[in-house]
């Protein structure tokens, strides 16, 4: 008697096993790069009232990276100026001095707090007066390209934390 033999048969993955599959190596490579990619958050904001006819105020607020990678503040936008600048004041002898900075870093997995007499953002050329309990809206960008965008209440100079 001879052996019976059937043709031979080439194997396939299944549509759903190759799905499975993709979806495990996605959600493994991608895990890194989620964690990198962590949204850099604002919170406190706040920005002095400029009476009269002052045209230039400042804005402050505590900046928040839970990623892995260091970010930093490269530029940004504020509804009621015509030009928003990122500054800092140092201690030059005995006077403080204020001049612009390139860039505001957001180390990995830490802050970085905006506040009178440090690191700030400077709003130029003011569209209208802006009086205690106004707000306004802020757009910052990173170095990456993200956006981060707040809203910031106007306080009194006396009223500042």
């Known amino acids: 008697m001879k052996p019976i033999s059937s043709p031979a048969r080439t194997l396939r993955p299944s549509p759903i096993g190759a799905l499975a599959a993709a979806l495990v190596a996605f959600a493994v490579f991608a895990a890194p790069v989620h964690a990198q990619g962590a949204k850099v958050t604002a919170k406190d904001a706040w920005?002095?009232?400029?009476?009269?006819?002052?045209?230039?105020?400042?804005?402050?607020?505590?900046?928040?990276?839970?990623?892995?990678?260091?970010?930093?503040?490269?530029?940004?936008?504020?509804?009621?100026?015509?030009?928003?600048?990122?500054?800092?004041?140092?201690?030059?002898g005995t006077m403080m001095k204020m001049s612009p900075v390139k860039s505001i870093e957001i180390p990995a997995g830490g802050k970085t707090e905006l506040k009178p007499g440090g690191l700030h953002l400077m709003l130029f050329g003011l569209k209208r007066p802006l009086a205690a309990g106004d707000s306004i809206h802020v757009t910052l960008t990173l170095d990456d390209g993200s956006t981060v965008m707040l809203m910031a209440g106007v306080r009194k100079p006396g009223a500042m934390p």
Do not use: Y
């Open 47 to 92: 920005v002095r009232e400029a009476t009269g006819a002052r045209k230039v105020t400042g804005a402050f607020l505590v900046l928040e990276n839970p990623g892995t990678v260091a970010r930093s503040v490269v530029s940004g936008t504020a509804d009621v100026a015509e030009k928003l600048e990122l500054h800092e004041m140092v201690r030059d």
